[in-house]
């Protein structure tokens, strides 16, 4: 141990006597029921998110207590404490409004609370971005845990997980080939244990970058919530973040160019959420590192599709763990990667993957040579309607759709939208491209609305996708021809805001664009009438519509991004 202090003797309370601030906080402590012997020992705090509105962190207290016990027998003193949870659900407008205040309270508890190290345990969508931007930022030695994901149901003699299921079924339904007693049914079957959606959504995807990145113990991003293993490695993690007291490995070490890189290509090859990116730029953002567009498409044309899961293929997250997880997926990406990042272990990606290879389950993690498709899942798109990109997720999309003209149906916002859409009058054919103008982040806080549905009078007769586009977000579950994360967005006056019903509008998948076959001067005349949405005048509501950043940047806040902590 250095001079430094450490342990409970971090960070003193200003009383202007140090002594004193140090007598008073092991006077405190010790009425936790806490021995002078542990109180002198190193302090691991522990990032922990329960909440009642977090259905997804269920197993939240058995984890902590796993973690601890971990901690205690490596020989330090273990403090959980609590930060904001934010369950994907159970938040209005939208979750991604309070992942940048979720990553602030993890950064400033980190920094404002004595400990020497931290765990991080998180799950739902938002909550390992908001804490592995949070951790970046703080800079403290870190190590990220997930919940895992749920397990199946059933359903009839099918297997059911949320949420790709929960959206299938929804679709059946209004369309009319599901009643409501079936639905009421399924209700009860999709989500039936504790852990995040099932699927390769958001949360698998981002435990499966916090893995790549190095920042989370290797083979524990898919292990199911409900498994003995998922606690054996709550305890395993425990005894690593006391290692990491020695190592002083912190996260601007794990987390780099080529760590970021390795996990863009994790993100290619499991065909993994549209979120991912906004999350994995913020994250990398807080550390200086940027990804730009261009340099996704080159990892997405070069890294192919090898895990066959819902949203996109057949298999669960259960199904990806039983198979190799992601131990077998990265020895495959093998030849991709940079060998040489550095995990919170201080090991060497090489030296990792160096280690003998379990049994592979092939027909959910496939071999290089013969993948479930030969390119990303994931692109980005240039073109007059998204000067400064969008999103396209080809591996999700119809490929019929990939080329396609057609003439704009417009929705000015979400209102608009649910109280259009299935209007029986709406003038909307199956050739048509339905635009979602006002759902970016400055408008709305970027919710999951931009998997639009299709209107019923044409889902009743048989029509399963059409081309949608807009500047919100699509849960991970999702899937469609959809165009997403549109920027700049239409309520700080991107093109997007100029189109017009009747507008004619392409895609191209080949070339990597969508425009607005609209003249140039036309949409400037259109855009200058523009006014933008009144703005929220006071809390966190006027911080967040003041400071945040368009999707490219990653949503993340203007003051929070970049790379050097100013703490004290
Ligand atoms: Fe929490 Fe899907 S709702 S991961």
């Given at each position: 141990m250095t001079d430094e202090p450490h342990g409970l003797d971090r960070g003193l309370t200003n009383y202007g006597d140090r002594d004193f601030a140090r007598y008073l906080r092991r006077s405190f402590a010790r009425?936790?029921?806490?021995?002078p012997r542990l109180l002198n020992k190193p302090v691991v705090g522990i990032a922990m998110t329960p909440s009642g509105?977090?259905?997804?962190?269920?197993g939240m207290p058995e984890l902590v207590e796993a973690v601890s016990r971990g901690v205690l027998e490596a020989g330090a003193l273990p403090r959980p404490f609590p930060t904001v949870s934010l369950g994907e659900v159970f938040l209005n407008p939208t979750s991604m409004v309070y992942r940048n205040l979720m990553a602030m309270d993890t950064e400033e508890m980190i920094l404002a609370q004595p400990m020497d190290a931290v765990v991080l345990i998180g799950g739902c969508d938002k909550t390992v971005p908001a804490q592995l931007m949070g951790a970046a930022s703080a800079d403290l030695p870190a190590i990220q845990l997930v919940t895992g994901p749920m397990s199946t149901g059933r359903h009839r003699g099918q297997r059911l997980g949320a949420c790709t299921d929960c959206r299938g079924f929804w679709a059946k339904y209004r369309a009319g080939t599901v009643d409501d007693e079936e639905i009421a049914e399924v209700e009860g079957r999709?989500?039936?244990?504790?852990?995040?959606?099932?699927?390769?959504g958001t949360a698998s995807t981002m435990a499966c970058i916090a893995e790549a990145l190095g920042m989370?113990?290797?083979?524990?991003?898919?292990?199911?919530?409900?498994?003995s293993d998922r606690l054996v490695a709550a305890e395993e993690t425990g005894r690593a973040a006391v290692r990491l007291i020695e190592t002083k490995i912190r996260p601007s070490r794990v987390i780099t160019q080529k760590s970021v890189e390795n996990a863009v290509r994790v993100l290619m090859a499991v065909s993994g959420s549209t979120n991912a990116i906004v999350h994995l730029t913020a994250i990398a953002g807080r550390l200086g590192i940027r990804i730009p567009y261009e340099r996704f498409n080159a990892i997405s044309d070069e890294t192919p599709v090898l895990v066959d899961l819902?949203?996109?293929?057949?298999?669960?997250m259960e199904d990806f763990h039983a198979a190799g997880g992601m131990g077998a997926l990265l020895r495959e990406l093998r030849p991709l990667l940079h060998l040489d990042t550095v995990d919170i272990e201080g090991r060497t990606l090489a030296e990792r993957l160096d280690e003998p290879e379990t049994w592979v389950d092939r027909a959910v993690i496939r071999p290089f040579a013969d993948p479930?498709?030969?390119?990303?899942g994931l692109i980005t798109l240039g073109g007059s309607l998204a000067p400064d990109g969008a999103i396209f997720k080809r591996a999700a999309a119809t490929p019929g759709l990939f080329e396609t003209e057609g003439r704009a149906v417009v929705f000015t916002g979400l209102e608009d939208l649910s109280a259009r859409?299935?209007?029986?009058?709406?003038?909307?054919?199956?050739d048509d491209i339905l635009v979602l103008q006002n759902a970016g982040p400055h408008a709305?806080?970027?919710?999951?609305?931009?998997?639009?549905?299709?209107p019923k009078k044409l889902a009743r007769a048989g029509v399963k996708d059409m081309v949608r586009i807009s500047d919100a977000r699509m849960s991970g579950t999702a899937f469609g021809t959809i165009v997403l994360h549109?920027?700049?967005e239409a309520a700080i006056?991107?093109?997007?805001?100029?189109v017009r019903d009747g507008d004619r509008i392409r895609l191209s998948v080949k070339e990597k664009r969508i425009d607005l076959l609209v003249a140039p001067e036309e949409i400037a005349r259109r855009l200058a009438a523009h006014e933008p949405p009144p703005a929220p005048k006071r809390g966190y509501k006027a911080l967040y519509r003041r400071s945040v950043t368009q999707a490219p940047e990653g949503c993340d806040f203007d003051f929070l991004a970049g790379a050097a902590p100013d703490h004290p």
């Open positions: 009425s936790m029921g806490i021995s509105f977090n259905n997804c962190h269920r999709l989500s039936v244990t504790q852990g995040t959606c099932a699927v390769m989370s113990l290797p083979g524990t991003a898919a292990i199911p919530a409900v498994h819902k949203p996109v293929g057949d298999g669960y479930v498709s030969p390119q990303g859409i299935d209007d029986p009058d709406l003038d909307v054919t199956p709305a806080g970027m919710p999951e609305a931009g998997y639009l549905p299709i549109v920027a700049p006056g991107g093109p997007l805001a100029a």
